[in-house]
């Protein structure tokens, strides 16, 4: 199951590895965890965004995506990353915690995530520059 899980975040990972916190050259934070968001937007920011897996309304999914994310990543890529996300793990349910990290190159900062499903917990880390608020990047991985 959690093979089917990875292959659904493949298209999601692979279309903002590049953007998303810049081109990683490893796991090693660069940088410092400064955002331009606070902890209260991030927070909304990402709750907003898990409630849209739930509706399935990819706008409000994608509000606060750059343009890049927006052109990778379309409406119909979305419904199938969540037809999978709903159908493995439930409805999502609540933030269990939001954490700020340095991104994994200069200038980014990464916001993680532990969101609450019906079925189990998925881990979401959502990719900014340092001053943006716009997300470079969205990568899920699955929790145990």
């Given at each position: 199951?959690?093979?089917?899980?990875?292959?659904?975040?493949?298209?999601?990972?692979?279309?903002?590895?590049?953007?998303?916190?810049?081109?990683?050259?490893?796991?090693?934070?660069?940088?410092?965890?400064?955002?331009?968001?606070?902890?209260?937007?991030?927070?909304?920011?990402?709750?907003?965004?898990?409630?849209?897996?739930?509706?399935?309304?990819?706008?409000?999914?994608s509000?606060?995506?750059?343009?890049?994310?927006?052109?990778?990543?379309?409406?119909?890529?979305?419904?199938?990353?969540?037809?999978?996300?709903?159908?493995?793990?439930?409805?999502?349910l609540?933030?269990?915690s939001?954490?700020?990290?340095?991104?994994?190159?200069?200038?980014?900062?990464?916001?993680?995530?532990?969101?609450?499903?019906?079925?189990?917990?998925?881990?979401?880390?959502?990719?900014?520059?340092?001053?943006?608020?716009?997300?470079?990047?969205?990568?899920?991985?699955?929790?145990?």
């Amino acid at each position: 199951m959690k093979t089917k899980f990875t292959s659904l975040f493949v298209l999601l990972t692979l279309a903002v590895l590049a953007a998303a916190c810049g081109a990683p050259s490893g796991d090693t934070p660069q940088g410092e965890a400064v955002s331009a968001l606070t902890q209260q937007e991030a927070t909304t920011m990402i709750d907003s965004a898990l409630q849209a897996l739930n509706t399935g309304d990819y706008a409000t999914w994608s509000r606060n995506w750059d343009g890049d994310m927006k052109a990778a990543i379309k409406e119909a890529d979305f419904q199938e990353y969540r037809n999978g996300v709903t159908a493995q793990y439930g409805r999502y349910l609540s933030l269990e915690s939001v954490e700020i990290l340095p991104g994994l190159s200069e200038g980014y900062v990464r916001w993680v995530s532990i969101a609450n499903f019906e079925k189990g917990k998925i881990k979401f880390t959502f990719g900014l520059l340092n001053e943006g608020r716009q997300i470079k990047g969205i990568f899920p991985e699955a929790m145990e």
